[in-house]
């Protein structure tokens, strides 16, 4: 049975054998970019929504590694579970609940030995890396985080790392079976060496809209074949492309198709999304062909340039690290008018990359 822990003062008391004290740790460890959000209101899907807080990494998915300088000593899972909770009493790298009050943390570990003075909070996938404990080192798993595996793989299968010092020491201890622990605080920020960008959509949002009257003077597109978008040597496959169709119905003036989509291409499910290296923005091109239906244009092959991203009114001029952008390439046919391609802003959001904690399961 898990001994159950208490928040002291360390110091030696009637009955306590208290060399151990000295010796091995209690380490609680704080996850900064944690999401405080009630449980289950996570999920991890293609697509990152900070609003719902699916740009996350789950607690429960994530290792810990302890490690006396760089050579890890110990991997486990960061979130306990109750087959693990029945090794005995005093075990070394006890999974600890946090105290009632008093200190800080998220997840708390009791009988870490003292040699322990760095831990890292992890996530890779079962064939990226074999730990070896005692040899394999966190440099050996943090060059998973920046390794170019991570570039064409889902969000939920991101590399990320983080690694933090054990602090000093402080006065209060947990108590466990009669022995007292020192308390020694980490604070780890889990979180990718890649950045993450993510289309939506790609729309024009007026198609189609001046040939749907009676005016001679205001003709415009009616369809625009997209055939490729690419920006610094990333491309979206062209077979994921399509058609976008007005509003106009030919012969029908004034007789509008009310289905908006026709006017929007998106992937088939979640999102066009790339795992880079932090660098700088580059150039999007969007090249389409145009097509109307009572009239001949004067061009035909036509282009969108993304020259910059903003965000709030500010230029978002690279892409860092632990950052997912996202954004939506919609236009309108005024962007492309004189039959040329002309240059655009569009605005991103982006969502930091958070973990969502989960409570440990303990016992009895």
Known sequence: MLAVAGLVACEKEAGFDAPIESNNKTVAITIEN????????????????????????????LKILFAAGETILKEMALVGTEV??????????????????GI????????????????????????????????????????????????????????????????????????????????????????????????????????????DDDKLETVGIDELK?????????????????????????????STVEDETKRVCKPATGVWSWNIVPQAFAKMILSMEAKAYDYQLPATDLAINVTGLTQEGADVTSYEAGKIYQLAVNFTEDDIAGQEGVCVDVTVTIQDWVVVPVEPVFGE
């Open 34 to 61: 944690a999401a405080r959000v009630t449980k289950g209101a996570a999920g991890n899907t293609t697509a990152a929504t900070g609003e719902t807080y699916q740009a996350v990494a789950d607690a429960a998915d």
């Open 226 to 254: 997209l055939n490729s978008f690419e920006w610094g040597g990333y491309t979206i496959d062209p077979a994921q492309l399509g058609t976008l169709v007005g509003s106009y119905v030919s012969g029908q003036a004034n």
């Open 84 to 101: 693990e909770h029945k090794e005995g009493a005093n075990a070394e790298y006890q999974y600890g609940k946090k105290p009632a009050s």
């Open 104 to 211: 800080n943390g998220d997840y708390f570990f009791h009988n870490v030995p003292a040699a322990v003075t760095k831990v890292a909070v992890v996530r890779y996938e079962t064939n990226d890396i074999t730990i070896t404990e005692g040899e394999t080192t966190l440099a050996e798993v943090l060059a998973l985080a920046t390794s170019t595996i991570n570039e064409q793989r889902e969000i939920d299968d991101i590399c990320l790392y983080g690694e933090g010092a054990l602090g000093a020491k402080g006065d209060d201890c947990v108590e466990i079976d009669g022995v007292q622990y020192y308390i020694y605080p980490a604070a780890v920020t889990v979180a990718p060496a890649m950045a993450r960008l993510e289309i939506s959509q790609i729309s024009c949002t007026d198609l189609g809209d001046d040939n």
